[in-house]
């Protein structure tokens, strides 16, 4: 079974940045979907970003420019690194990993909800102006 614990969340004033990172506990599969979601109160389920097992990155326009996602080279951790948060920014963050082979795409991996099948808890990001 494969486990995420997120970690890194916490409140930022406009402009400022937080570093997200993902711990992943019993992933061995050598292709692979990662990723980062994320929901405001009101809100749809947004993908904010995935990575592939080559390392290709898909974003959302919202954060391209600012979000950078990236994996150690073990393969056991995610990061999301956010750049120049903006209020809008401001949600629960959650890590994903599909185990299923749902999510590649051509171009790296999708980013929509129900390709993922493994979710941590979440971690929030408060942006304030």
């Known amino acids: 079974q494969v486990q995420l614990v997120e970690s890194g969340g916490g409140s930022v004033q406009v402009g400022g940045s937080l570093r997200l990172s993902c711990a992943v506990v019993?992933?061995?599969?050598?292709?692979?979907?990662m990723g980062w979601f994320r929901q405001a109160p009101g809100k749809e389920r947004e993908g904010v970003g995935t990575i592939a097992s080559d390392g290709t990155t898909n974003y959302a326009d919202s954060v391209k420019g600012r979000f950078t996602i990236s994996q150690d080279s073990a393969k056991n951790t995610v990061t999301l690194q956010m750049n120049s948060l903006k209020p809008e920014d401001t949600a629960m963050y959650y890590c994903v990993v599909d185990t299923e082979g749902r999510a590649p795409i051509a171009g790296g991996c999708s980013r929509w909800e129900y390709n993922y099948n493994s979710w941590g808890q979440g971690t929030q990001v408060t942006v304030s102006s």
């Open positions: 019993g992933f061995t599969y050598t292709h692979y979907c």
